[in-house]
């Protein structure tokens, strides 16, 4: 048994299950028919998700306790494979049919494949270029319909930004090798390196890639464009693709801990929350909602990054990517819910005193509780994001009218003791390392732009009748507008634009 478990070491599978999937791209591409590839997509997603769970079984029965490095990299690749499995039943009866189904199989598990050796290696250089692959095959999957001007233009501000992120990331990579003289994960997690010019300088080159890739804020307009595409590509964009930019910095969070300029560049992320939150009230498009749902969500996950909350940010990696997974997969279904909720009676969602006391409460009593060390690391930002989550459910924010908000008090001590279980169980795994402690300045930012964002939410919601601040905010301040007028950004990548005549730029405010 002990020579078993010595072979589902650490790193086993760091080429099993991706090179399971590569292989199954391979062989489905050199069949004809796409039902014997289906047949063959299914048994290979169901044998990566079991050969995952047996992941935590190695790292149970090893001989060291797991280090904090391998419990989110064994959670990364339970996501991947999970999600892989449902995506691919999901598909072969949606695309019945299509001429590009032999596209999608490979497209999807060369995807998957990459994601997977992205969550699974201990190796730096590995995972650039893992992430990279991960790009490459999401790039095959924009285009299965090239001959829409739609998705044509989102694959090639998709395929720009991703090679953006690319040299910023290799960049990163050769500055820590230089510097540090190592590229294993575990290694630079563990010598605790003293930071230099040039680590610092591969800290904000990593924060730049993982904000890039996550489609935050200004290169945001891919995102929003991919509904060209069919909805299992969806699904797996919003659901695993965008999320390992999170996933990347609790790896490196080593060194992130340390960079304070790394941490601030996080930290202005959370300005992409606030705008794409508001922009996903005004829209009516129930698709384009969750891609804009998708940017605010993984400007709030970098945000808990760079205060050093690290268990929280894979808190939120692994619900977000669940949640946005069945989104996607159920769209047609929340069409109709939407419908009947048109009929319903509308949400109360006027600032009430009680919300904006709590909101104020949040504003001041935890930056000045951390100030006076009364908080500290994880229980300050603990706290920060309980006071401000929790401030429209305790004070019946969206409750129907007519009707108290239904048991919103036991509502708030369950999310509360899940939250807090959560913070006990994984805060003292995720977060022995050097550094990550975020300071009041930064609690300070995170509060009031949080605290603002749900003023700004609850004017919209109570039917704020400032027309142009309305289409502003639903044009997310017009920002991918202006990345589309930059060289090499304003003309799709494929085919050709009639001169004088650009429709695709007109098919852009209606996508």
Request: charged content about 10%.
């Amino acid at each position: 048994m002990e020579t078993f478990i010595g072979l589902l070491g650490p790193h086993w599978y760091s080429w099993s299950i991706p090179g399971l999937y590569l292989l199954t791209a391979l062989v489905t591409v050199l069949w004809r028919a796409p039902e014997p590839g289906w047949r063959l997509a299914r048994a290979a997603s169901l044998a990566a998700l079991l050969l995952a769970l047996l992941v935590p079984v190695s790292l149970l029965f090893g001989a060291a306790p797991p280090a904090a490095l391998q419990l989110a990299g064994t959670a990364g690749l339970l996501l991947v494979t999970f999600l892989g499995w449902v995506i691919v039943h999901f598909s072969a009866p949606y695309l019945a049919g299509e001429p590009c189904q032999k596209r999608f199989l490979s497209g999807v598990l060369v995807t998957l494949a990459g994601a997977a050796l992205v969550s699974a290696t201990d190796h730096l250089a590995v995972l650039a270029l893992a992430w990279s692959a991960t790009g490459l095959g999401l790039q095959r999957l924009l285009t299965l319909y090239p001959e829409r001007p739609g998705a044509r233009r989102a694959a090639h501000k998709h395929f720009v930004s991703g090679r953006l992120a690319d040299v910023t990331l290799v960049v990163a990579v050769v500055l820590v090798a230089r510097e540090t003289g190592s590229l294993s994960l575990a290694d630079l997690a563990g010598a605790g390196q003293p930071m230099t010019a040039g680590l610092t300088a591969a800290a904000v080159l990593l924060a730049i890639t993982a904000m890039i890739r996550c489609a935050l804020l200004p290169l945001h307009g891919w995102v929003l464009q991919v509904m060209e595409a069919p909805t299992p590509v969806s699904a797996l964009l919003h659901a695993g693709v965008v999320n390992l930019g999170g996933l990347v910095l609790i790896k490196m969070a080593w060194l992130i801990n340390q960079a304070p300029a790394a941490q601030w560049l996080l930290l202005a992320g959370g300005l992409t929350t606030v705008v794409a939150a508001a922009a996903m009230i005004a829209q009516s498009n129930i698709k384009v909602r969750l891609a804009w749902s998708t940017c605010a969500q993984m400007g709030f996950m970098l945000v808990e990054c760079a205060l050093g909350a690290w268990h929280l940010a894979l808190l939120h990696l692994l619900g977000h990517s669940l949640y946005k997974a069945f989104a996607f997969l159920s769209a047609g279904g929340r069409v109709a819910r939407a419908r009947r909720a048109s009929l319903s009676p509308a949400l109360s969602a006027a600032p009430a005193p009680a919300l904006i006391a709590t909101l104020v409460l949040a504003a001041l009593l935890v930056p000045a509780l951390h100030g006076l060390q009364l908080l500290q690391g994880g229980w300050a930002v603990f706290a920060l994001i309980s006071l401000i989550a929790l401030a429209p459910l305790l004070t019946g924010w969206g409750a129907r009218q007519g009707g108290a908000a239904p048991r919103t008090g036991l509502a708030a001590v369950v999310v509360v003791g899940l939250g807090l279980a959560w913070h006990l169980l994984f805060g003292a795994l995720l977060s022995p390392l050097p550094g990550g402690e975020p300071t009041t300045a930064q609690i300070l930012w995170v509060t009031t732009l949080f605290t603002l964002l749900l003023l700004l939410q609850s004017w919209l919601r109570s039917g704020g009748h400032h027309r142009r601040l309305r289409q502003t905010l639903a044009r997310g301040l017009y920002l991918d507008e202006s990345i589309n007028r930059l060289p090499g950004l304003g003309r799709p990548l494929f085919g050709k634009q009639r001169p004088g005549t650009p429709a695709w730029r007109k098919q852009e405010h209606t996508s």
